[in-house]
C-alpha cells in the first residue's frame, strides 16, 4: 500500500511538470521559446529559440513516457480484496439479492381508445 502511494505522488509530480511543459511551448511562435530568445541582447545566444523549443518538446515527450510508465506500474500495486461484491453491496446500501426477472406491472403510457361500435 505503500509503494502505492509513492507513486501516486510521483504521478502527480510528473503530471505538474508536463502541464508546465506543455503550457511554456509556443504555438504560433509565441511561448517561451520566442520570449526569452527574442529578450536576449547579442546575436550569438547561448539559449536560443530553437534549443528551447527542442528541449520542451523532449521534456514533455519523456515526461509523457514517464507518466505513461507510472501508471502502468501503479496499476499492479493496486490492492485487490477479490471479492465479488461491489463496495455499495458490502456496506448494505443497495440489496444483493435483487429480483431483476420480472418488469414491475406499471399502466401503458398510451391512450386507451373505447372501442367503437361498428353498425352495418
Avoid at 477479490?82 to 456496506?91: E, G, K
Wanted: glycine share 10%; proline share 4%.
Amino acid at each position: 500500500m505503500l509503494i502505492y502511494t509513492i507513486i501516486i505522488i510521483l504521478i502527480t509530480i510528473v503530471c505538474i511538470l508536463m502541464t508546465i511543459a506543455v503550457l511554456l511551448q509556443s504555438g504560433q511562435g509565441g511561448g517561451l521559446s520566442g520570449g526569452i530568445a527574442g529578450g536576449m541582447a547579442g546575436g550569438n545566444n547561448a539559449l536560443g529559440s530553437r534549443r528551447t523549443a527542442d528541449f520542451l518538446s523532449k521534456a514533455t515527450s519523456v515526461l509523457a513516457a514517464i507518466f505513461l510508465s507510472l501508471c502502468v506500474l501503479a496499476n499492479f500495486f493496486i490492492v485487490d480484496s477479490s471479492s465479488s461484491q461491489s463496495t455499495i453491496q458490502q456496506r448494505g446500501l443497495a440489496p444483493i439479492e435483487a429480483d431483476f426477472g420480472s418488469p414491475a406491472e406499471s399502466p401503458s403510457a398510451l391512450p386507451v381508445q373505447p372501442a367503437e361500435n361498428q353498425q352495418d
